[in-house]
Structures are given as C-alpha cells and as structure tokens.
C-alpha cells in the first residue's frame, strides 16, 4: 500500500507541474525567485504563463516555478545553459560573470526613478545590452521594471553614519559591495531566499531591496524600519539560451516575442503602482517606514555616489553622461 500511495504521489505530482503541457507541445520552464500575486515579476511571470497557454495551445506550454522552487538566482544562469531551463528574469545586478555593462544599473543615484531606467533601456544603448551576452549563450529578451531600493536594518537609519558597522545582505555584485562599503558597512552577499533568515537570526543586521521584495518576503518584520531613500535600482532582464530561441520555428519564436513585448509593456507600466500598494501594506501591517528630508538624503548621495569613480571604466563614461541627461 506504501508503494502505491508513494506511486500515487508521484503522479499527481508529475502531472501537476506538467498541467500546461500536452505531447508534442514545447515546454518553456520560466524560474525565478520572488512571489506571484502582487508582486512586479511575478505578476509579469504569471501573466506570460496565461497567455503562452491560451494563445500558444498546442505549439508550446509554459510552466512557471516561482519562489526559487527550482533554483536561485545563483543557478539558474547555469541551468539555461544547461538546457534545463528556458527563461529566467533575474535582477540585472546577477549577470557579473556574464557582462560588466549592466554594472550602471546598480550604480547608486544613478537613475531618478523608473521612468528614467524605461528611457535609458530603449534607447540603442539599452536596447544592444540586451545581445551584450550572446557570445556566452545569454539573450535578453526584454527588460523588466521592479523600482527603486529602500534601505533598512535592525536601528533606525537615518544618516549613512548609523549603518557604521553593520552587515548588508547584497546581491552578488562588485557595485553593491563597493556602495556598503562606502557607507561603512559589511557587505555580504547571499540568495535571495535566504534573506528573510539571515535578517531574522542576526546573520546580516540589514539589507537593501524594493517595496515588493521587502513586503513579499516580508523583511519588514525582522526589521527596525525601512528608510525611503531611493538610492538604487532593481530592474530584471527576461534572459533565455540563445540556441534554444534560435532552434524555435520561425512562426512560434515570433508569437512568443509578441507576447512577451505586450506583456513588458503593460506590466512595465504598472510597476511604480505595484511597489507603492506594497509599501502602503508594509504600514498597514505595522512595519515602520522612515522617510528622509532632502538634506537628509543628500548626506546619502553624498557617501555612495563616490563609488560611480571605481566603475566608470566598465560602464563607460558616455552611458553615465546618456543616464544622467535622461535624469536632467
Ligand atoms: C534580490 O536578490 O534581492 C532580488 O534580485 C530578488 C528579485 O528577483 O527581485
């Protein structure tokens, strides 16, 4: 009975991630690490879902695994590559081994606001970042929008001065580490997933992220506060293999593009909103939110944006100069 019921399982487990997917059908296995409902990626994510498997019935499927239940954003570059995965959108901070030119997205006061990283991304020098990694198997799809990255930790931050000393959480990126750094703390880089942990038994004292990530990880409970500084960016590149897209049928690689620019734009443009519902749900929740006068904030631009110097050579002094001219 044992074997059965564990057969049993197995099956019902089988055929539930493969619910989208009939015989014949071309699988697309979407991974990444955030939420689904309400957050900018994953609404995307799902919405993509719905509509490769309405629209694409019986030519392709797509399963989305959200959450890192298939892998962090650490492997998941590497399981494309593989094969084993068809598309991912990490954050464009990910792709240090692959490119230093996505280096000025996480430059800090580089951009104003989303808006001004929708321009710079449409622009022809967005839009050739996009094949800046063909030649290591990497093809940027379409940039997704997140929003900008608020600071927080286990005291209240006000001035770059409270963070002396303290361990952030980063994302895997050199730029990252030199802006922790810059304000006097310890950077210590680590997956998304084990964030929440790492804040709650004291391994790192704080961290920096977006209003969705810091809500739908709900970081803001094993925090002090959140600080409203909106230093830096988190935006995504929708990445797949560039053998596996070019392998695609004309006619099926070109009603998925289609799909996935209608869904970019539409979701794009709902990004700012969604961060602003998650930041309001943080202070219903209870969670303390510290915004900044602009004197305040200053001392912050004051104290990171030095580090733009160290990178300058890798980014290009002419993709600040196109930045900052979209910001003015
Ligand atoms: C992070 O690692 O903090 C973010 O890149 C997670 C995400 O995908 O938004």
Redo the contacts with the bound molecule.
């Keep these: 009975v044992k074997a059965a019921v564990a057969a049993l399982a197995l099956s019902v487990s089988a055929s539930a991630v493969s619910a989208a997917c009939d015989d014949g059908e071309i699988v697309i296995k979407f991974s ?3 939420n689904t409902d309400k957050h900018p ?1 994953g609404i995307a994510a799902s919405l993509l879902e719905q509509r490769v498997n309405d629209e694409m019935n019986g030519k392709a499927c797509m399963e989305v695994f959200p959450n890192s239940t298939l892998y962090n ?1 650490n492997q998941v570059l590497e399981a494309m590559l593989q094969g084993d995965v068809q598309l991912a959108a ?2 464009l ?2 792709f240090e081994q692959f490119t230093k030119q996505f280096r000025i997205f996480d430059l800090p006061f580089m951009f104003r606001d989303i808006d001004a990283v929708d321009a710079f991304q449409t622009s022809d020098t967005g839009q050739a970042m996009l094949e800046s990694m063909t030649k290591r198997g990497l093809l940027g799809l379409a940039f997704w929008h ?1 929003g900008m990255k608020q600071m927080s930790a286990n005291k209240p931050l006000v001035s770059p001065s409270d963070a002396q000393g303290l361990k952030f959480r980063v ?1 895997s990126s050199d730029v990252l580490k030199a802006q922790m750094a810059a304000i006097g703390g310890s950077p210590q880089p680590m997956a ?1 997933s084990e ?1 929440y942990g790492a804040l709650q038994t004291g391994v790192v004292d704080g961290q920096e ?2 209003w969705s ?1 810091i809500y739908g990880k709900k970081f803001f409970e094993v925090q002090d506060g959140i600080t409203e500084t909106n230093h830096g960016i ?1 935006d ?1 590149l929708l990445v797949t293999n560039v053998d596996w897209w070019e392998g695609l049928d004309a006619d099926v690689r070109d009603q998925l593009a289609t799909i996935i620019s209608e869904v970019t734009v539409a979701r794009n443009a709902e990004s700012t909103a969604v961060n602003a519902q998650n930041k309001q749900a943080i202070i219903d929740a209870g969670g303390t939110v510290r915004t900044l006068t602009a004197e305040q904030r200053e001392e912050w631009v004051t104290v990171m944006k030095p580090v733009w110097e160290q990178f300058k050579d890798d980014v290009g002094q002419e993709n600040i100069d196109a930045a900052q001219a979209i910001n003015a």
């Design positions: 990444h690490v955030t990626k954003d990490p954050s901070s990910k997140n994302q998304f964030v992220n977006t990530n988190i995504y």
